[in-house]
């Protein structure tokens, strides 16, 4: 599976943005998906996931820094996996990238650490200005 980020740019603080990870091969539905994103100088965290269900969209999860202002959404066909940003501030800024684990399980939780995804698609820069 090979991923690919899109969707960022720059916006001013306050402002919203929606990035997307897109499959170049069938669709992420047996996948868990997670947003990851490293700042200039900083180690790359975790931001934000969705797990996968064969029964609803997932269980999400997010980092304390960015909940209750980025949403993680996947697409009706599963091909797609959103990030919903919004109130976003200066220290948002960072390269996001989306991560994907496959699982033949039913039903998985979202994985915060980096290691444990498979496959990773190309980061997307998001800049936020005062």
């Known amino acids: 599976v090979q991923l690919q980020a899109s969707g960022g740019g720059l916006v001013q603080a306050g402002g919203s943005l929606r990035l997307s990870c897109a499959t170049s091969?069938?669709?992420?539905?047996?996948?868990?998906v997670g947003w990851f994103r490293q700042a200039p100088g900083k180690e790359r965290e975790f931001v934000g996931g969705i797990g996968r269900s064969s029964w609803n969209d997932g269980t999400t999860s997010y980092a304390d820094s960015v909940k209750d202002r980025f949403i993680v959404s996947r697409d009706k066909a599963r091909k797609l996996v959103y990030l919903q940003m919004n109130s976003l501030k200066l220290e948002d800024t960072a390269v996001y990238y989306c991560?994907?684990?496959?699982?033949?399980?039913?039903?998985?939780?979202?994985?915060?650490?980096?290691?444990?995804?498979?496959?990773w698609g190309q980061g997307t820069l998001v800049t936020v200005s005062s």
């Open positions: 091969r069938g669709t992420l539905s047996s996948s868990a």
């Open positions: 991560a994907a684990k496959y699982t033949r399980s039913p039903a998985a939780g979202v994985a915060t650490s980096a290691p444990l995804y498979d496959n």
